[in-house]
Nanobody
Framework: QVQFVESGGGLVQPGGSLRLSCTAS????????MCWFRQAPGKERAAVSC????????FYADSVTGRFTISRDNAKATVYLQMNSLKPEDTAVYYC????????????????WGQGTQVTVSP
């Protein structure tokens, strides 16, 4: 059985920061690509940032480039998303996701998901 536990969401003012964590149990992350997806009300779930399992290549959506940083610690079976300079449009439920092998950006490519954590950016 595979389980992800997400933490770090919350309510912040515009310009603030949060760090999301996603920790896996039941398997190791060494051979898994990891992504953070987010879903705002009325919008489709879309990839925000991903990190590969092999060469540490990273992907950032244009909307978050320069503000968000993804990292992973395989020894802790954890992936992080550092979010700085948050904007109201970043408000969404954030999900971590994992798949064996190469990074893909579409939701159905991912086998394992966290439960989601709410990020709200509001004055």
């Amino acid at each position: 059985q595979v389980q992800f536990v997400e933490s770090g969401g919350g309510l912040v003012q515009p310009g603030g920061s949060l760090r999301l964590s996603c920790t896996a149990s039941g398997f190791t992350l060494d051979y898994y690509a990891m992504c953070w997806f987010r879903q705002a009300p009325g919008k489709e779930r879309a990839a925000v940032s991903c990190i590969s399992s092999s060469d540490d290549s990273t992907f950032y959506a244009d909307s978050v480039t320069g503000r968000f940083t993804i990292s992973r610690d395989n020894a802790k079976a954890t992936v992080y998303l550092q979010m700085n300079s948050l904007k109201p449009e970043d408000t969404a439920v954030y999900y971590c996701a994992a798949r064996p092998g190469a990074t893909v950006l579409y939701r159905t490519g991912y086998r394992y998901w966290g439960q989601g954590t709410q990020v709200t950016v509001s004055p």
